[in-house]
């Protein structure tokens, strides 16, 4: 069984559409993240949520939303869309402890976003 | 700013060769390192980490990776690879304290049977 669920697995949108990307995790984890990935960037971290409470936010651009409506449920929603918004958007947990060292992220399979 | 550099972007061997693909870091403090594969049109999935302790840890599939300090590198070996090694390594670094991990540019493995 999939234990991390991200849905649609693929998205086609129109420029300037609203589309929201759906995470669930059922690792019992209190820590969630989004990176996104494409041809032109390598993985880019864009936020973490930790207890449903964001933690980190490295997008600079508003039009990116992360919301977290239960503790294992992480949805991104982009609005405005624009074609270099194209690329994979990858949901991913941790179950995180106290101190430095960091736990093992566990990835979801992927939403491949097309923006037209 | 904390970067991740992995300088090679192929590696092309035969099956039953060894490998190494290299990772430096470019922080200086504390740093937890890890390492990932991606296979084609999947997610990624964890290898192996270091934040303390030993500088060799030992990861799954018979993966192993050093750190070194004096060197910034955290690279990732194995004796014997399989056809089914081939993917895309990622490097990543994160300090303590802090969420955000940064990826290496990722070093994609082709495996010759």
């Known amino acids: 069984d999939p234990k991390i669920i991200q849905k649609p697995k693929y998205l086609v949108a129109v420029t300037g559409s609203e589309k929201i990307l759906i995470c669930e995790q059922y690792l019992g984890h209190n820590a969630m993240y989004w990176y996104r990935q494409s041809a032109k960037k390598p993985l880019e971290f864009m936020f973490s949520?930790?207890?449903?409470?964001?933690?980190d936010n490295q997008t600079a651009s508003s039009r990116f939303q992360p919301q977290s409506s239960k503790k294992n449920h992480l949805d991104l929603q982009i609005t405005a869309l624009k074609p270099d918004d194209s690329a994979t958007y990858f949901c991913?947990?941790?179950?995180?402890?106290?101190?430095?060292?960091?736990?093992?992220?566990?990835f979801g399979p992927g939403t491949r976003l097309t923006v037209l | 700013t904390q970067t991740v550099s992995q300088s090679d972007a192929h590696v092309t061997v035969f099956e039953g060769d060894s490998v190494e693909l290299r990772c430096n870091y470019s922080?200086?403090?504390?740093?937890?390192l890890s390492w990932y594969i991606q296979h084609h049109g999947r997610g990624l999935q964890f290898l192996l980490k270091y934040y303390s302790g030993n500088p060799v840890v030992q990861g799954v599939n018979g993966f192993e990776a050093e750190f070194s300090k004096s060197d910034s590198s955290f690279h990732l070996r194995k004796a014997s690879v399989h056809w089914s090694d081939s993917a895309v390594y990622f490097c990543?670094?994160?300090?303590?304290?802090?969420?955000?991990?940064?990826f290496g540019k990722g070093t994609s493995l082709t495996v010759i049977p």
């Open positions: 922080y200086g403090g504390s740093i937890y």
């Open positions: 991913a947990s941790s179950q995180e402890g106290t101190g430095g060292a960091r736990a093992e992220q566990f």
């Open positions: 949520y930790s207890y449903q409470k964001l933690m």
């Open positions: 990543a670094a994160s300090r303590p304290g802090y969420q955000n991990f940064y």
